[in-house]
């Protein structure tokens, strides 16, 4: 009777329920159509709006139930983490001498973190200074001997310990330079071969000297630079010699003696001071030659064509109260001429021409020292007879012709510049011809005995801004 009454109840609820969507469902269909498009778009939106707060909303819950769970994992990880730390801090000296391989029942009243198990006597609450701890701890190289389970317990409070211990960073390990004494006490720093450096190195005499750098065969060799007396010369050396761009000063002062470019150890152009006078210019055997200045202690100027370090030809003197003295000079004096050279300024070379003349005329021809202004070459210094027996000559495409002349051409010693190419020694003719060198713009050099300007065979030698000496 009851289940008949059920299936009853159910039948009538099953058709209530059709019969209101089917009163429902019409009705919603009925006022759809009677709603205007505008108003389906706001219904539209509305809904759009509702779905997108309700997905935010959602969304919001969830990520708060994960951060809770992630929160509550840190709590768990940091717990867990300050009972380890008290657990090492806690340790007895020697764990592994004071643990128990059996079980044995514990007072259930003891601290935990404060247990040491001892079978042979009672028990009793042992804190240890980690300090201490550390330093009875044996070498980690022990744990080898050690039984597995001792070693396992041994290496766990190691690590433990040492991760609470500032290690400073060790230095980066120096290169060992092997250090040599020679028998006559010299002290070298490098491979030696064959008892002499090789490659870079360093070495000190007994007397101070010091040179450092590069070396082939015991001398300096490559860049480098070479103590002496106080005085400090770096740049690229040469079988022992400064050969390139280099400079020389001295140490005390760190005054500059020589700056320029030098060759086998002379400076051959640049800036030298000596005896307090600063030269600059090109420099030949030593001296200041051609054109250049120089500045004495005096703080006097003097500018012009030089010979050995003095004016020779034209040339001007600036003194340091501003005076001014212009004209012809010799061994640094200026040429007063006498009566019978009233002439002696800006003589016409020929009639109705350009080019001048200043300075010693005799007999109506060049004779004694003057400058001739000619054809855009500038010739001064010694004439006689017209012709420039010694002194300097500038051509208008700029080489430079210094030394001694005849016929108007260098003959005997002297200095040739031309397209950067520096040419000195004996001359015959214009033509390197005897114990001469040629040295390029880059530094390499020939020398040896010349004819016509090449070196015999067999009698010179190559020598390189690389440090690369042949012979030839």
């Known amino acids: 009777m009851q289940k008949t009454l059920k299936l009853g109840a159910i039948s009538m609820l099953s058709v209530s329920n059709q019969s209101l969507s089917n009163k429902i469902i019409p009705t919603i269909q009925s006022k759809w159509i009677n709603i205007s498009p505008t108003q389906k778009k706001v219904i539209f939106v509305v809904l759009a709006i509702f779905a997108a707060l309700t997905l935010t909303k959602m969304f919001y819950y969830i990520f708060r139930v994960k951060k809770c769970a992630d929160d509550s994992n840190k709590e768990t990880t940091q717990v867990f983490q300050e009972t380890l730390k008290v657990g090492t801090t806690a340790l007895p000296v020697a764990p592994q001498d004071s643990i128990n391989t059996q079980p044995e029942q514990l007072p259930s009243t003891l601290p935990s973190n404060n247990l040491e198990i001892n079978t042979n006597t009672s028990v009793e609450p042992v804190v240890v200074d980690l300090k201490d701890n550390l330093e009875q701890q044996e070498p980690i190289d022990a744990l080898e001997q050690q039984k597995p389970l001792e070693r396992e317990l041994k290496e766990k409070t190691l690590q433990e310990s040492n991760s609470k211990i500032e290690v400073p960073a060790k230095e980066a390990p120096k290169v060992l ?45 490559g860049q480098g630079k070479s103590i002496l007396n106080g005085v400090l010369s770096e740049g690229p050396f040469v079988c022992g010699e400064l050969h390139g761009k280099g400079k020389i000063t001295h140490i005390a002062s760190n005054a500059i003696i020589a700056e320029g470019m030098f060759i086998k150890g002379e400076l051959i152009e640049g800036t030298a001071i000596k005896e307090g006078v600063t030269y600059k210019g090109i420099f030949y055997n030593g001296f200041l030659v051609g054109y250049g200045s120089k500045v004495t202690p005096e703080e006097d100027v003097f500018e012009g064509n030089f010979k050995e370090g003095k004016l020779f030809g034209s040339g001007k003197i600036t003194k340091k109260d501003k005076t001014v003295i212009e004209g012809i000079f010799k061994d640094d004096v200026r040429i007063v001429l006498d009566k019978n050279m009233d002439l002696g300024n800006n003589i016409p070379i020929t009639e109705d021409s350009e080019d001048y003349y200043a300075g010693e005329f005799k007999n109506h021809k060049r004779n004694g020292i003057g400058r001739s202004d000619e054809n855009g070459s500038i010739i001064e210094g010694l004439f006689n007879n017209d012709s420039l027996v010694e002194g300097t000559w500038r051509t208008r495409g700029g080489s430079i012709f210094i030394g001694n002349f005849k016929s108007d051409v260098l003959n005997g010693n002297g200095l040739k510049i031309e397209a950067g190419i520096r040419y000195e020694g004996m001359f015959l003719k214009d033509k390197l011809h005897g114990q001469a060198r040629i040295i390029y713009a880059n530094g390499d050099m020939h020398e040896g005995i010349f004819e016509k300007n090449e070196i015999k065979q067999g009698s010179g030698k190559i020598t390189t801004l690389a440090g690369v000496v042949s012979v030839v």
């Open 177 to 221: 330079v092997k250090e040599t004494t020679l028998p006559d006490g010299t002290i070298v720093e490098g491979k030696l071969v064959d008892g002499l450096l090789e490659g870079p190195g360093k070495m000190k005499t007994v007397a101070g000297t010091v040179h450092e750098g590069l070396f082939q065969k015991g001398l300096l060799h």
